[in-house]
């Protein structure tokens, strides 16, 4: 009798264990297939989804996705802004590959252009009467204004970099690399110009609006300006900004202080003539609209992969020097 319990519990035993092995072998199995069709610990091993190229991309796709979560218009539109912002100056520094940039210089154009641009802008363009009814006002009266006050950061660098007291880093940027801190500048001013006209003029006006106005509004303030403006902004700043290189460098090496400022102030003067067009033809929008915008990013381009010549710049500021010379000789 006690031979047959034993027996009965040994196959029960024996039953139960088998029963257990064949689970641990299905979830065993079960785990590979996870493993195989989800391999974290392959991925987290892999170095290309631990670049930067990869993280930019899981930031991008996740930026706008917080800027609907936040309540806060004014907020979320900045967001959105500094997002397209900073999406065309990660193209454009593709384009461009500026050799040497570095922290210093980009942290000074991004706080002051943050802080005083905008504001600035406003303030002169207040004062001058900000009008876009003709061409001549277009362009010295929101041109003018606007392409200064984004080249203040610029003005504050190449000053450092006169001034004796500057970094070898700083001293060792060329042409292309204020052309790319202008673009930087530009962006920024752009990405505030399109927030400012979101939060007070998307609020402005009462009374009921019909759904044409409603999808107008949002082509022009929710898509337009912030896909536009930090683009628009950054090529007309951009090259401003090659011009104030061009000339600091030209300084540098034995050009007046007249002809340098000179220099400085022809990029201004191209960048306020295509910005002053762009916003005279722009309302309604047509064929000039369009042109002005090509005619722009064709010159950014061309500045920043070629640029100028600069023993032609240096023989053309020179020949008059000289001929004046010949002339207190003689």
Known sequence: MGNGADSIINKRGGMSTTTETQGNEKAHKGKDLFNALVPVRAWMQDKNLRSWMAALLVVLVAV?????VITSPTAGAWVFAGFFAVAWLLLLFVIVRPQNITAGPLAVVVVLGL????????ALESASGASTSNIFASVFE???PEELSKMVPLLVIAAVVLSGKAKASWLALKPRDYLFLGAVSGAVFGASEAVHYFTQLGTAGTGTITGTQVQQFVLDLGTWRFLTDP???ACWAGIAGYFIGLAVQ?????MTKQAAIALGCTG???TSVLHGFNDWVVSPPGFFFVLVSVVSVLLFLGYARVGASPDALQAAVQAPLKGK???ETS
């Not at 706008?64 to 609907?68: D, E, N, R, V, Y």
């Open 325 to 327: 010379e010949e002339e």
């Open 142 to 144: 929101v041109g003018v």
């Open 268 to 270: 201004i003067a191209i």
């Open 231 to 233: 683009i628009s902004h």
């Open 64 to 68: 706008p996705a917080i800027g609907m």
């Open 115 to 122: 802080i005083v641009e905008a504001p600035l802008a406003i």
């Open 250 to 254: 030209e300084y540098r090496k034995g």
